[in-house]
């Protein structure tokens, strides 16, 4: 009845299987035109100076321009249906977040025309969008409404899909229920074999709610079979986005080495030109678990590029690791600084597991685990604070910069908020109020 957005272009721009699922229909067979050229957008993207908004555009025009001779239904099934594929494709190519507001504009017409038989797959791409940068609310929100159109028109798989994103999302927020966590008779209806984007997703919410119970072990088991025996990958998209949570799972099982085959394989199918969201991936899983790299580094270049920024909560889990790197390595101060960043981070977002993570190692570092509520400081966000103490040691802009993975215009701007905050207007009357705290 769609187009299965888990299953096509890989983010290096390979074809893979793309196919359209559910029953023969109209929309179906629109989607299988549209289908064939998906691969249109990896080869596209790959030409220096063709950016991925410039295939896409080529793209759509391929595709009208192909179906331009032929009637055009009523509810807009081929248009609607070229745009699904389009967005899809840039999901995958991990530019999803760029199109965020197409996307959302896409689902809004899918979901006032009814056409919930393509919508549906439309749907899983973006929630996992909303729960990887962090949008935990509109990701509930969504979850909600498509498992009610599910129920209502018997899709198991789909229902199955959206039961799993509800589970990771339960895990992220740190609210997850005892077990039972899935309802057994929509996953009697659904072949995990034949539907590797539903075991992916499947695999990797009970491994995120079984750490969330305190239960790593399970948590290792349920994302080392999101790679095979050999390290290749259940899923050839979804599967490698889960490369530094399944090496965080594993330093702290012992079992790093175990996972040197698949980090070596996400590697090589990555290319020379991996996204940027994989570029932080894979740099925080090296650090974790290659012995032969020089973890620093590694941290340093996950956590540097600013366009990380898109990819909150996945910069923030680097940013925790790092920060246990640096307790261990008896450099508490620094951790503080960086888990003290975490820790604002995932209470912005609502992330409750990662902020109980960073509340934990913070109280191991000899912090407290929460901001200091008293005095003038207390009315500062924990950054401001943090800021605001380097600037009174005297560093500059650029120096505090460094030092937390921000740019020197972000510090430059928290300071100016802090200022009237401490009723003062120099940096030099900072440095007098601050100097003995």
């Not at 740099?283 to 790299?293: I, R």
Request: glycine letters at 8%.
């Amino acid at each position: 009845m769609g187009i299965d957005p888990a299953r096509g272009t890989g983010p290096a721009g390979e074809a893979d299987r793309v196919r359209a699922t559910g029953p023969e229909s109209d929309l179906a067979k629109e989607s299988d035109r549209v289908v064939r050229w998906l691969p249109v957008v990896g080869l596209l993207g790959r030409l220096d100076g063709v950016g991925t908004q410039q295939a896409l555009d080529v793209l759509v025009s391929a595709v009208v321009r192909a179906q331009s001779a032929s009637p055009r239904p009523p509810y807009g099934a081929p248009l609607d249906g070229c745009r699904t594929a389009v967005l899809s494709a840039a999901y995958l190519a991990d530019e999803a977040d760029v199109y965020l507001g197409q996307f959302r504009e896409t689902d809004t017409r899918l979901r006032t025309s009814r056409a919930f038989g393509i919508r549906g797959w439309t749907v899983l791409a973006l929630v996992d969008t909303f729960l990887s940068i962090g949008w935990f609310t509109e990701a509930e929100t969504l979850i909600q409404e498509a498992a009610a159109e599910a129920t209502v028109l018997r899709l198991p798989r789909l229902q199955a899909d959206l039961q799993a994103q509800a589970l990771a999302l339960q895990a992220l927020r740190g609210t997850v229920p005892p077990e039972p966590w899935l309802t057994p008779s929509v996953w009697r209806g659904v072949c995990l074999d034949e539907n590797r984007a539903t075991h992916a997703r499947l695999l990797r919410a009970r491994g995120l709610a079984s750490i969330g119970l305190g239960d790593w072990d399970g948590g290792w088991r349920h994302l080392r079979e999101l790679f095979t025996a050999d390290g290749s990958p259940l899923h050839p998209v979804l599967s490698p986005r889960n490369i530094a949570e399944l090496a965080v799972t594993a330093q702290r099982v012992g079992r790093s080495d175990e996972v040197m085959p698949v980090l070596t394989r996400v590697r090589a199918a990555q290319g020379d030109r991996p996204s940027t969201r994989m570029t932080l991936l894979l740099h925080h899983a090296t650090a974790l678990v290659d012995p032969d790299e020089d973890a620093e580094q590694h941290f340093h270049l996950a956590l540097v590029n600013h366009e990380a920024n898109r990819w909150p909560w996945e910069r923030a889990h680097a940013r925790l690791s790092y920060g246990i790197w640096l307790r261990r390595c008896r450099r508490t101060r620094e951790a503080r600084q960086q888990l003290t960043t975490v820790l604002e981070t995932a209470e912005r977002l609502g992330a409750g597991a990662l902020a109980a993570s960073a509340a934990r190692e913070l109280r191991a570092s000899g912090a407290a685990p929460t901001p200091d509520t008293s005095g003038l400081l207390a009315q500062l966000t924990a950054q401001q604070r943090q800021i605001a103490q380097l600037a009174a040691r005297g560093l500059s802009n650029r120096e505090i910069g460094e030092q937390l993975f921000l740019s020197p215009r972000t510090v430059g701007s928290h300071l100016y908020n802090v200022y009237p905050k401490l009723g003062i207007s120099r940096r030099q009357q900072l440095r007098d109020l601050l100097q003995d705290r």
